[in-house]
């Protein structure tokens, strides 16, 4: 077996912690748990950290109760809230006339030192190629090669200093080491990258709980990401508010019912609610598939129109040929295929559907491609194996 990598995502709705390594291309998973957070997170903002850390603690716990594997530390996701991609090259002379492990360790101390603002830190670099002095270009690097110079040419994934020193903070205080971070939709695009796949440029609709974020990703690098600050938990309130139900309920006739429709004629009550003069009112499929389509198909149009935004402010014309392809908690309310499938501007949108042994839910889908990124890291750079923490102003 190779071995483990712990990865954590703390999200608006949950603490998740997923376990495992990957096989064969893709992530093979030992431990998948999630604790639900209640009001823990506002716009990125921690406002609960002992509801976090708790969290964070107990799945820990779990995770070695459940497989005997302590864990000590993670790869930790970070939320893409301003987040940039900038590209970047730099050159360093070889130790030993030929390529080393060390080489590649003093290109990235290279990059970063280059800090691109004060109040911003670079969080990954992701080299695209190797060049050796004879201006040779590799995809991987060419260890051992003869060579007096060695140049990487790279994306470099920038998000504001608060939001890496929040995220790291808050864990180490819940007694774990950060090994590595990532933007969230970095570790997303990761998950979905498949050599195989004809798909490699597209839209990434994430249809979150609080937000939903849609990043452009072409020959698997993000380009950019924008934010809308409406999910899938909004409609629960919607249900919740119009039904008079307690949002448990109305985010389970949310998820279980949604869009269905087959007995649309059927007016059997799913739950009692009570409305606001004290009366008993009677929730039936039809009050349900009404209200979760008005909600799904205005959402929808603010995903499509904020694209368009995006191709007029990057002057990307013709935006509608690249796939939508919706991961997140929103694109598994029951259905959902009828919304996306209903939109003509987009001719290709797709749900993503996961084939991971272990945990093939979307839920996890941040962890799965975080395991996939620090493999990669791995195999680009090598396992540093050193723990990182909080920055300061400089």
């Known amino acids: 077996m190779d071995k483990t990598i712990n990865t954590l995502e703390i999200s608006a709705s949950a603490v998740k912690l997923v376990v495992g390594y990957e096989l064969d291309g893709q992530p093979f998973v030992l431990y998948a748990n999630k604790v639900r957070l209640t009001q823990a997170i506002s716009a990125g903002e921690i406002v609960s950290p002992d509801q976090i850390i708790n969290a964070i603690k107990t799945l820990a716990n779990d995770a070695k109760e459940s497989t005997g594997i302590e864990i000590i530390e993670v790869v930790l996701a970070l939320p893409t809230i301003d987040f940039e991609v900038f590209r970047g ?7 030993a006339n030929k390529i080393d492990r ?53 994306f470099l994934h920038v998000l504001p200093l608060w939001v890496y020193n929040t995220y790291i903070d808050i864990t180490t205080k819940a007694g774990l080491k950060v090994a590595k971070v990532y933007a969230d939709k970095y570790a997303l695009t990761e998950l979905l990258n498949n050599p195989t796949s004809a798909t490699n440029t597209y839209f990434l ?8 974020s849609i990043t452009f990703v072409s020959n698997h690098n993000i380009y950019f990401s924008r934010l ?51 009366e008993e009112v009677q929730v039936s499929l039809v009050d349900i598939y009404n209200t979760c389509h008005t909600f799904l198909k205005d959402h929808l149009q603010k995903v499509i129109n904020e694209i368009k ?38 001719p290709d949108k797709y749900i993503v559907k996961l084939d991971t042994i272990g945990a093939r839910s979307l839920t996890y889908a941040v962890n799965l491609g975080l395991i996939k990124a620090y493999t990669r890291y791995t195999q680009d750079i090598g396992d540093e194996r050193t723990s990182i923490g909080t920055l300061t102003r400089s």
């Open 89 to 95: 090259t730099q050159t360093t002379n070889t130790l």
């Open 309 to 346: 935004i995006v191709g007029q402010t990057q002057n990307m014309p013709n935006l509608n040929k690249y796939p939508l392809l919706f991961v997140g908690g929103g694109s598994t309310i029951y259905n959902y295929e009828e919304i996306i499938a209903s939109d003509r501007t987009f």
């Open 205 to 212: 609709v994430d249809f979150g709980a609080k937000t939903t």
């Open 102 to 154: 060390i080489d590649i360790k003093n290109i990235m101390a290279l990059f970063r030192k280059n800090r691109v603002d004060p109040n911003k830190v670079i969080v990954a670099i992701l080299p695209q190629t190797f060049k050796t002095d004879n201006e040779q270009s590799y995809r991987l690097l060419p260890l051992g090669e003869v060579s007096n110079t060695l140049t990487v040419e790279a």
């Open 228 to 278: 809308i600050n409406e999910g899938s938990d909004d409609l629960t309130y919607i249900l919740a508010q119009k039904f008079g139900l307690e949002l448990s309920v109305a985010n389970r006739l949310k998820k279980d019912y949604g869009l269905d429709h087959r007995n649309v004629n059927v007016n059997y009550p799913l739950a009692t609610g009570i409305n606001e003069a004290g």
